[in-house]
């Protein structure tokens, strides 16, 4: 019989205090997030609401951000008395709000989903190994795996009707570690309040949904196919999320001048980027830059408590938008397009 596991409460246990934060205190609205989050005296549901109210405002990717706006992001928030638990619990716990959240998605009330460890020790702890180890822990109870610099996905299902009844797609959603440790460190824009936490949205999903809620609203609309909505919606929000490079910026990741990569020069032509991408048309559409790759769930630098200065670190350019927009991009159907369940092998493939 296996021996009952209590890997999460005994890691927590062995944080070390941040030293660093003496001299780099948590931001304004971070400090006041936590002020609600570590009272003991407020409800499970109060401690969600502001987690809910400083995603609306302060998340750095704008996916997110909507998403917590329309109150569409479910929370499974782990306080100190679900920590303190064993694995085991931690686990069911996790699936039974992640179960809430598929079930959701699957009639298009909800594209994101986020697990946060909400505890004063976590946000105060130094960087190191003993948190890398932590966070690798929640992974696993969630996913069921947790290495580091790995890309991780879960899964999430749309339930479209048609006139041959209901289709069903569904797409890869990738996982993301975020910590009160970015505040003030070069992955500021992986930060949140009240400890760590693991991201998840599909941009595809959400793309989806809206091309059929548009046009169940209005049948003779010319912008509601769902490869449309990938490039008119889903690309340039994507792309002001990570948005231009601007100097002495903590974000850890931006835009590179349209012709950088040899993708650039596919179409659209010049003159008609303006349409498809705005002010951005002058960036690339196909590649951006970055200090880490932005896929990988639980990127090792993040617990290098000797890396807080983005000048410390090298740039990177092997991170793709091409899964929203390029058929010839591995991703295409499994993350943007969405591909049709294998149980629904027979519906009508009309949009790839």
Aim: charged share 30%.
């Amino acid at each position: 019989m296996a021996t009952t596991s209590w890997a999460v409460s005994d890691l927590i246990d062995q944080l070390e205090f941040d030293e660093w934060r003496n001299k780099n205190p948590f931001t304004a609205e971070i400090a006041e997030c936590h002020a609600v989050l570590f009272d003991e005296s407020k409800t499970r549901l109060e401690k969600a609401a502001a987690l809910n109210d400083w995603l609306a405002e302060h998340q750095p990717c704008l996916f997110g951000r909507m998403e917590a706006r329309q109150r569409r992001l479910p929370i499974c928030l782990l306080t100190e008395n679900d920590l303190v638990r064993s694995d085991l619990e931690i686990r069911s716990k996790i699936a039974e709000e992640r179960t809430g959240w598929k079930r959701l998605a699957s009639t298009g009330k909800s594209h994101g989903f986020l697990i946060v460890a909400v505890s004063e020790r976590i946000a105060e702890a130094k960087p190191g190994e003993t948190l890398r180890k932590l966070a690798s822990r929640l992974c696993e109870l969630y996913l069921d795996d947790g290495p580091s610099d790995t890309i991780l996905h879960d899964d999430v299902m749309l339930e479209i009707e048609t006139d041959e009844g209901i289709e069903r797609r569904k797409w890869k959603v990738g996982a993301n570690y975020f910590s009160s440790q970015g505040d003030g460190r070069w992955w500021r824009d992986h930060r949140i309040p009240g400890g760590m936490a693991f991201s998840m949205n599909s941009v595809g999903h959400m793309a989806r949904q809206r091309a059929e809620s548009m046009q169940v609203k209005n049948a003779a609309t010319t912008l509601g196919l769902p490869q449309e909505r990938l490039v008119y919606f889903a690309l340039p929000t994507a792309m002001k999320t990570i948005g231009p490079p601007i100097q002495e910026s903590y974000r850890g990741t931006w835009l590179a001048p349209h012709g950088t990569f040899e993708e650039d020069h596919e179409p659209p032509p010049s003159a008609e980027r303006p349409r498809y991408f705005g002010d951005l048309a002058a960036y690339s559409e196909n590649r951006y830059q970055g200090l880490y790759h932005t896929d990988q769930t639980i990127p090792k630098d993040y617990f290098n408590n000797g890396l807080w200065r983005k000048e410390d670190l090298n740039a990177r350019d092997d991170l793709y938008f091409t899964y929203m927009h390029s058929k010839s991009d591995p991703d295409y159907s499994s993350m943007g397009l969405g591909e049709l369940f294998e149980g629904d092998a027979g519906a009508k493939e009309n949009d790839t």
